[in-house]
């Protein structure tokens, strides 16, 4: 867009009525279809005079735009450039870490609040690089589903934590249900569930020994679809929860659909729970709820008592955070934890 002194109003005047009306409902037969848009403007002679690189530099805003919410737009910055460029470089490196088995498994146990069990373990894996020392998924995941490596991503750590599984199994080490994060874009790909029975037989882990975690925001953007895909995971015997609860837009009437037997708390509503009138108003009501839906409650990021006492007094049924354990990588967790349950 060509862009005139004071004029910046007026563009994003015309991309709201541009995204307006292809949000419009288009009526075919007797349904109704809906689209959203994401939008990327650069700007003439602002960002560039030279209309191949405003072309470029709208499709990189494009891209950070479609970060955000339906219906989202954003005007180019030379930022992007950099961000998309350091995307675009991680994302390759994740792939060769993945065929340089760079990225480690570690485990944090969940805790049953009233006995103090471990009822589960949550796998979190860890990028091992050379030259800055051990990644969290929290600096890497968002980068692998930028440029489309958590597909591969997801599938190799799937099947490291289902051949470590196997191998507790063989050497009669007793482990609750593992639990693994992975990507809701998968539930859009055709061959999901037939990977993940593929996988188990490769493996030769049952799927009453794991759960997958599913973030909330992603699966409501395609419900009825995920609900069909969620059903074929729970014939393989596949535990299911929802991760991040509380942040995304669930409705009541898919929840009570959803073949899902946990939800897990999201951290950013436990840190203040016991002095925070909202927080604990959602910690409330997403404890009610679960229970009245016979759904299994997990609070995660629990790191001090009286968030603890909190969670017991409301009957939340179980926690995961610093106030019980911290991830532990396979050693320590044998040696610590579960050569002592066996």
């Not at 560039?48 to 180019?76: H, I, Q, W």
């Not at 593929?198 to 995920?226: A, Q």
């Not at 999201?266 to 016991?274: A, G, M, P, Q």
């Amino acid at each position: 867009m060509i862009d005139k002194k004071g004029q910046k109003d007026n563009i994003r005047k015309t991309i709201k009525s541009i995204i307006k009306t292809i949000e419009s409902a288009v009526q075919i037969e007797d349904k109704k279809l809906y689209v959203s848009a994401s939008i990327g403007v650069s700007r003439y002679p602002n960002d560039s005079v030279d209309y191949k690189d405003l072309l470029k530099y709208a499709d990189t805003a494009m891209f950070e735009s479609k970060k955000m919410k339906r219906g989202g737009y954003r005007f180019y910055h030379e930022d992007m450039t950099n961000h998309l460029k350091n995307t675009t470089i991680m994302g390759s490196e994740i792939f060769s870490a993945i065929e340089e088995d760079k990225f480690v498994c570690y485990y944090q146990p969940q805790v049953h609040i009233k006995s103090n069990k471990i009822t589960g373990m949550e796998l979190l894996a860890r990028w091992n690089t050379e030259d800055k020392g051990f990644i969290s998924a929290e600096k890497f995941i968002s980068c692998a589903e930028d440029t489309g490596a958590i597909f591969a991503l997801d599938y190799y750590i799937l099947e490291k934590g289902m051949n470590q599984i196997v191998l507790w199994k063989k050497n009669n080490i007793e482990i609750p249900k593992i639990s693994f994060n992975f990507s809701t874009k998968h539930l859009h790909q055709n061959n999901f569930v037939t990977f993940i029975r593929n996988l188990l037989l490769k493996t030769g882990c049952k799927g009453e020994w794991i759960e997958l975690e599913i973030t909330e925001t992603h699966m409501m953007l395609n419900i009825e679809e995920v609900i069909i895909e969620l059903k074929e995971l729970k014939e393989l015997g596949v535990c299911l929860a929802i991760d991040d609860f509380g942040k995304g837009y669930s409705s009541l009437t898919y929840l009570k659909n959803l073949p899902i037997d946990k939800v897990k708390i999201d951290k950013s509503f436990i840190n203040n729970v016991h002095n925070n009138n909202v927080d604990s108003a959602i910690v409330k009501s997403i404890i009610n709820i679960a229970d009245s839906l016979n759904i299994s409650t997990v609070a995660e990021g629990v790191e001090t008592k009286e968030q603890r006492d909190y969670l017991l007094n409301e009957g939340c049924k179980n926690i995961q955070g610093y106030f019980y354990y911290k991830p532990m990588d396979v050693e320590k967790l044998e040696v610590e934890i579960l050569k002592k349950m066996g």
